[in-house]
């Protein structure tokens, strides 16, 4: 099952947006010091930071540390607890390790409570945007953000945390709009991965592609520049492209060793490719360096392909006892494959009815349904997912499958080719299986369907000779 989680989305587009949210205004205290010869890990963080990119881990740990320490001895300074806030958000995410969200919001209630938002503290505002968003409440994050855009319609920092939360509710629009405007307002790499983003989202893939070898370009740093390169790989594996992907992936990971999104990018390159072996151990490294629940199911599909059943099953539930926030979609359609449908169903439903209408919801929800046995209601849901523009092989498969248990044999015949058009090595679980449904389909019948057949048009009688 190839997942196509939202979390993955944030790290893909450079998390150092959920930083610089509240570090424009930080500065290292350097005053009545002579600046040293070349930045120390504080000060590579916070310029990161203020570019909207990804700090490395090193860095981001010193800048952690510092403003602990500075805190202590100073703790009504609100920007701190603020800068505070943001980098244990973007650390958790780097991580996927939960544990650091409750700090963050501490952190950052803190600095509202020394300068409340009514007072205009816009950085505090931002860190609990970004930290709504790493934890999948997205309209929380919608509302955050957009407070700080009321009041500083400028303020290009807004724009990253709104796109993120604009895309969870599934309002494209408006994400689009978000989009637009970040680069009216800034210019840099952060701004080329996120028009990639908005091109992938819309289904535009030669864009997606061209504003990502701008991101690659534009990036400054190893850490940001092996995010575009992941972000690069991730494209061509979606075009179906594995070895082309597995170059990328390769490259950023000569740029950072233990980087988790390439790893698992690199990871599914070699399973398309055969080469189950290598796929197995950056399975390993993946998950070591990156505990996402995505990464579980997806390790666990290639295991159980593989007819390694127990050790799928054991990866499954990691996935379930994580505890990562903001996986309602993975883990609805972990239980609508692997578990129990009707739990998924009603999982997802609630996922729903909270505003989360993106097209991995709807995906989810419809092929929870589908699995449930309540197929006709399950098409909706896919209708919306593969309608929107995304070109997602997945959810091709799943609206194909449904369509086939619905007895709609050219449309069902239509998406299962689609899946395997867009990308042949989707999922090595499913891939197989949506070759196997075409098998049974066979080919389209000779004699057209009585809805599309026209009937001939009968004789006219010769005019009768006056």
């Known amino acids: 099952m190839k997942t196509e989680n939202v979390s993955r989305t944030v790290l893909a587009c450079g998390v150092g947006a959920v930083l610089a949210a509240t570090a424009l205004l930080y500065v290292p205290e350097l005053v009545g010091r002579t600046p040293p010869p070349a930045p120390g890990p504080v000060e590579r963080a916070a310029d990161a930071a203020n570019a909207g990119a990804q700090a490395a881990l090193p860095d981001l740990?010193?800048?952690?540390?510092?403003?602990?320490?500075?805190?202590?001895?100073?703790?009504?300074?609100?920007?701190?607890?603020?800068?505070?806030?943001?980098?244990y958000t973007e650390r958790g995410l780097r991580r996927a390790d939960a544990a650091d969200l409750p700090r963050a919001e501490s952190a950052l209630r803190r600095s509202l409570a020394v300068r409340p938002a009514g007072r205009g503290n816009l950085d505090a505002q931002l860190g609990m945007a970004a930290l709504a968003n790493a934890r999948g409440d997205w309209k929380s994050a919608k509302e955050w953000g957009e407070q700080v855009r009321r009041a500083n319609p400028k303020r290009w920092s807004a724009y990253p945390v709104l796109i993120d939360a604009y895309n969870g509710l599934g309002d494209y629009k408006a994400a689009q709009k978000a989009t637009e405007t970040l680069a009216e307002l800034h210019s840099g790499a952060v701004v080329s991965a996120r028009s990639a983003q908005?091109?992938?989202?819309?289904?535009?893939?030669?864009?997606?592609?061209?504003?990502?070898?701008?991101?690659?370009?534009?990036?400054?740093?190893?850490?940001?520049?092996?995010?575009?390169?992941?972000?690069?790989?991730?494209?061509?594996?979606?075009?179906?492209?594995p070895a082309e992907a597995l170059a990328q992936y390769g490259t950023a990971l000569g740029l950072v060793r233990d980087h988790g999104p390439s790893l698992a990018g690199r990871a599914r390159a070699f399973a398309a490719l055969g080469r189950t072996a290598e796929a197995v151990r950056d399975w390993r490294a993946a998950l070591e360096r990156l505990p996402l629940p995505e990464y579980f199911v997806e390790a666990g599909e290639l295991y159980e392909a593989l007819d390694r059943d127990a050790e799928a099953q054991a990866l499954y539930e990691r996935a379930r006892t994580g505890g990562w926030p903001g996986a309602e979609a993975v883990l609805g359609l972990l239980e609508a494959e692997h578990g129990d449908p009707a739990e998924a169903v009603k999982r997802l439903r609630a996922e729903w009815a909270r505003g989360h209408r993106s097209v991995r919801v709807a995906d989810a929800l419809g092929w929870a349904l589908h699995r449930a046995g309540e197929s006709e209601e399950a098409l909706e849901y896919a209708k919306r997912a593969t309608d929107e523009g995304l070109r997602s092989a997945l959810f091709a498969y799943h609206r194909g499958e449904i369509e086939r248990a619905l007895g709609t044999s050219g449309p069902a015949r239509r998406h299962l080719a689609e899946a395997l058009r867009t990308n042949p090595h989707f999922s090595p679980l499913l891939a197989p299986r949506a070759k196997e449904a075409l098998a049974v389909l066979g080919d389209p019948p000779d004699v057209l369907p009585p809805d599309v057949r026209r009937e001939p048009a009968k004789p006219t009688k010769p005019a009768a000779v006056a």
């Open 198 to 241: 908005a091109y992938r989202d819309r289904g535009w893939r030669e864009d997606a592609g061209a504003a990502a070898l701008d991101a690659v370009a534009l990036a400054r740093t190893p850490t940001e520049k092996a995010a575009a390169l992941s972000r690069l790989g991730d494209l061509a594996w979606e075009r179906g492209e």
């Open 61 to 87: 740990a010193a800048l952690i540390a510092d403003r602990e320490k500075w805190l202590r001895a100073h703790p009504g300074d609100e920007a701190s607890w603020a800068v505070l806030g943001a980098a």
